[in-house]
């Protein structure tokens, strides 16, 4: 009898945390389960986005619920996204302190683009037509608008406009007012205006939603009008109906869940300024979104794919010398296979210091003066697919520090003090790897031998070849002081 392994992803949303279960056989998903739980995280964002106890107790109960589903599951087979909410809020490192404790899966908090990423390839697993299509996802705290064509994304955006956050904002007393509704309209417009003229360019022949609110404003169009096709004109029709009940207690509709309540006069004026602004003419509800962009990855079994291919587009951009890096990638995998024990290093520690090689030198189309910290800022503050935020910053501090002076201002304004040891030994690898091949020949590498401890690196070095190498040598001894502020030393021999 097949067994076929089983595949788990979790979404950590603004308003609802979602956990679905599914195998795949033959090439395609089944899903077995599914799981979804109110949390109302994002109303619990203060003005200074601080998440408030209640709030964190919430999702501390669910995910503690979540990871008794999950009981069994290898980490590799669980995949969990946290959004806008958990992205803004300020206390972050204390959510996720406190989350280790009832839930042992690694929460991920990806950006906006790589939720509107997450969200396309969802519905792209499951719908196919051979136009343009755009994709719209109302959450709570963001909105993700996407065009692509099968399963390639041509243009991603997150804006901060959310079905929670705008209700906070103009309906949080349940007064419904034409007045309120198209100061919600104009503040959704605003947001969009940006991304506009762009995306009209770019065109589409299809418009699908896929998030609770589309699905809730597409169930009160049927009740109301006989209709699953939501237009304009229908949108309008809606908000009549609110207005007309002038209160969200008032407003009675088989189609409008009680829990939707709080949040779907927010919703619905995004969606009418998203229409405004794109001259949409129309949209239909799709039940496929991140969840299902998360298992086909993880079904698909290439962790590093994605993200390998974002980088070279990335390197290929920025002109990057490829050779140079490929050799100092080699460098790299030889040092990284003599710490690996003894460092208890794992295969994605060397992809991520692969990548970093690859894009040290982005920023030398800026400067080649301070390359370092133009190239941190370029990849730190780009949109890169595939990768968390966490990935992302991981990446920056890498390319930040992989050169000259190591502040220890500078290096706790990016790493957190107890990640630094850890970073602290994927920093040197890339540090000594990028030093061994400053002439940017190969045949001028030299020959060593490395030996490494919890807490040292010992490099040796033919003692002949060492003493005609003096600048090398030099240069080795300025490297022992820029570690100072590390939790490693560099100890240097010759034999």
Same mark, same amino acid.
């Given at each position: 009898?097949? !067994?076929?392994?089983s595949f788990a992803a979790v979404d950590l949303g603004s308003n609802s945390f979602h956990l679905v279960v599914a195998r795949e056989v033959d090439g395609r998903l089944q899903i077995l389960h599914k799981e979804k739980q109110r949390v109302y995280?994002?109303?619990?964002?203060?003005?200074?986005?601080?998440?408030?106890?209640?709030?964190? +107790?919430?999702?501390?109960?669910?995910? #503690?619920?979540?990871a008794a589903t999950l009981k069994g599951y290898e980490k590799k087979h669980v995949e969990v996204a946290a959004t806008y909410t958990l992205r803004k809020c300020q206390n972050l490192r204390h959510f996720l302190k406190q989350a280790k404790h009832?839930?042992?899966?690694?929460?991920? @908090?990806?950006?906006?683009?790589?939720?509107?990423?997450?969200?396309?390839?969802?519905?792209?697993?499951?719908?196919?037509?051979?136009?343009?299509?755009?994709?719209?996802?109302?959450?709570?705290?963001?909105?993700? *608008?996407?065009?692509?064509?099968?399963?390639?994304?041509?243009?991603?955006?997150?804006?901060?406009?959310?079905? @929670?956050?705008?209700?906070?904002?103009?309906?949080?007393?349940?007064?419904?007012?034409?007045?309120?509704?198209?100061?919600?309209?104009?503040? #959704?417009?605003? &947001?969009?205006? =940006?991304?506009?003229?762009?995306?009209?360019?770019?065109?589409?022949?299809?418009?699908?939603?896929?998030?609770?609110?589309?699905?809730?404003?597409?169930?009160?169009?049927? +009740?109301?009008?006989?209709?699953?096709?939501?237009?304009?004109?229908?949108?309008?029709?809606?908000?009549?109906?609110?207005?007309?009940?002038?209160?969200?207690?008032?407003?009675?509709?088989?189609?409008?869940?009680?829990?939707?309540?709080?949040?779907? =006069?927010?919703?619905?004026?995004?969606?009418?300024?998203?229409? &405004?602004?794109?001259?949409?003419?129309?949209?239909?509800?799709?039940?496929?979104?991140?969840?299902?962009?998360?298992?086909?990855?993880?079904?698909?079994?290439?962790?590093?794919?994605?993200?390998? /291919? !974002?980088?070279?587009?990335?390197?290929?951009?920025?002109?990057?010398?490829?050779?140079?890096?490929?050799?100092?990638?080699?460098?790299?995998?030889?040092?990284?296979? #003599?710490?690996?024990?003894?460092?208890?290093?794992?295969?994605?520690?060397?992809?991520?210091? /692969?990548?970093?090689?690859?894009?040290?030198?982005?920023?030398?189309?800026?400067?080649?003066?301070?390359?370092?910290?133009?190239?941190?800022?370029?990849?730190?503050?780009?949109?890169?697919?595939?990768?968390?935020?966490?990935?992302? !910053?991981?990446?920056?501090?890498?390319?930040?520090?992989?050169?000259?002076?190591?502040?220890?201002?500078?290096?706790? =304004? *990016?790493? +957190?003090?107890?990640?630094?040891?850890?970073?602290?030994?994927? *920093?040197?690898?890339? /540090? *000594?790897?990028?030093?061994?091949?400053?002439? /940017?020949?190969?045949?001028?590498?030299?020959?060593? $031998?490395?030996? @490494?401890?919890?807490? $040292?690196?010992?490099?040796?070095? +033919?003692? $002949?070849?060492?003493?005609?190498?003096?600048?090398?040598?030099?240069?080795?001894?300025?490297e022992q002081a820029y570690w100072k502020n590390l939790v490693l030393s560099l100890n240097i021999a010759t034999y």
């Amino acid at each position: 009898m097949t !067994t076929y392994p089983s595949f788990a992803a979790v979404d950590l949303g603004s308003n609802s945390f979602h956990l679905v279960v599914a195998r795949e056989v033959d090439g395609r998903l089944q899903i077995l389960h599914k799981e979804k739980q109110r949390v109302y995280l994002a109303a619990g964002l203060d003005e200074n986005n601080h998440l408030d106890d209640d709030a964190i +107790e919430r999702a501390l109960h669910v995910l #503690a619920q979540f990871a008794a589903t999950l009981k069994g599951y290898e980490k590799k087979h669980v995949e969990v996204a946290a959004t806008y909410t958990l992205r803004k809020c300020q206390n972050l490192r204390h959510f996720l302190k406190q989350a280790k404790h009832v839930f042992p899966y690694k929460i991920n @908090v990806i950006s906006g683009q790589e939720e509107a990423r997450l969200i396309y390839q969802g519905v792209a697993n499951y719908i196919h037509d051979d136009g343009n299509r755009l994709v719209i996802d109302i959450g709570g705290g963001s909105t993700e *608008l996407i065009i692509g064509k099968h399963h390639h994304h041509k243009l991603l955006t997150s804006r901060d406009i959310g079905c @929670v956050t705008m209700s906070k904002r103009y309906f949080d007393d349940g007064k419904l007012t034409e007045k309120r509704f198209q100061k919600a309209t104009i503040e #959704a417009e605003q &947001n969009i205006e =940006a991304i506009a003229a762009s995306y009209q360019k770019m065109g589409w022949q299809t418009c699908l939603g896929t998030s609770g609110t589309i699905k809730t404003l597409v169930a009160i169009n049927e +009740e109301l009008f006989a209709s699953k096709t939501l237009s304009l004109s229908s949108l309008f029709q809606i908000q009549a109906h609110f207005i007309a009940a002038q209160k969200l207690e008032h407003v009675d509709l088989k189609s409008l869940p009680p829990e939707r309540k709080s949040s779907i =006069a927010g919703g619905l004026a995004v969606l009418i300024g998203a229409f &405004n602004q794109l001259n949409m003419t129309e949209i239909i509800y799709c039940d496929h979104s991140l969840r299902e962009g998360l298992l086909h990855e993880l079904a698909q079994n290439d962790e590093f794919d994605i993200r390998a /291919r !974002t980088i070279a587009s990335f390197a290929d951009h920025y002109a990057v010398d490829t050779e140079h890096a490929a050799n100092i990638c080699q460098t790299i995998k030889r040092l990284f296979d #003599a710490a690996k024990a003894p460092w208890q290093l794992e295969s994605l520690d060397l992809e991520i210091l /692969r990548w970093a090689v690859q894009l040290h030198e982005v920023g030398i189309a800026i400067n080649s003066s301070g390359i370092h910290k133009h190239s941190a800022y370029v990849v730190s503050n780009s949109q890169l697919p595939g990768f968390t935020q966490e990935q992302q !910053t991981l990446l920056g501090a890498l390319i930040r520090f992989h050169r000259k002076k190591i502040k220890n201002v500078d290096l706790n =304004a *990016l790493i +957190e003090v107890e990640s630094q040891p850890q970073f602290a030994k994927l *920093l040197t690898l890339l /540090r *000594l790897a990028i030093l061994f091949h400053q002439k /940017r020949q190969k045949n001028l590498v030299p020959e060593y $031998t490395m030996v @490494v401890t919890n807490q $040292t690196v010992e490099l040796m070095f +033919e003692q $002949t070849w060492f003493e005609q190498h003096s600048l090398f040598a030099a240069d080795l001894e300025q490297e022992q002081a820029y570690w100072k502020n590390l939790v490693l030393s560099l100890n240097i021999a010759t034999y």
